[in-house]
Nanobody, 126 residues
């Protein structure tokens, strides 16, 4: 069983920055692919970023490339999402997720992930 707890969301002006954190419980964190997804009001949940077990491989949605950076600290069982140059269209609930087989295949697809956090709200004002 893995529990994921996101934090760091909030209200920020356009052009601002936020860093989201996701703390994981359990022994499987370092062997799990970790991902960030988001869901805007009235829209389906979408992929944002993912990171391999060692942190050596990352992937991003086109909409956030160059603005968001995913990273992880396996010693702290935590994955981060650094967000800069935020836009109003980034407003969403952000979720972290764990793919406990450690397989990078299809890491941008929700079906690959076994555990999800409760989400943290990010609101970007114009």
């Amino acid at each position: 069983q893995v529990q994921l707890v996101e934090s760091g969301g909030g209200l920020v002006q356009a052009g601002g920055s936020l860093r989201l954190s996701c703390a994981a419980s359990g022994r499987t964190f370092s062997s799990s692919v970790m991902g960030w997804f988001r869901q805007a009001p009235g829209k389906e949940r979408e992929f944002v970023a993912a990171i391999s077990t060692s942190g050596g491989v990352t992937g991003y949605a086109d909409s956030v490339k160059g603005r968001f950076t995913i990273s992880r600290d396996n010693a702290k069982n935590t994955v981060y999402l650094q967000m800069i140059s935020l836009k109003p269209e980034d407003t969403a609930v952000f979720y972290c997720a764990a793919e406990t087989s450690g397989n990078w295949y299809h890491a941008k697809y929700e079906y690959r992930y076994d555990y999800w956090g409760q989400g943290t709200q990010v609101t970007v004002s114009s």
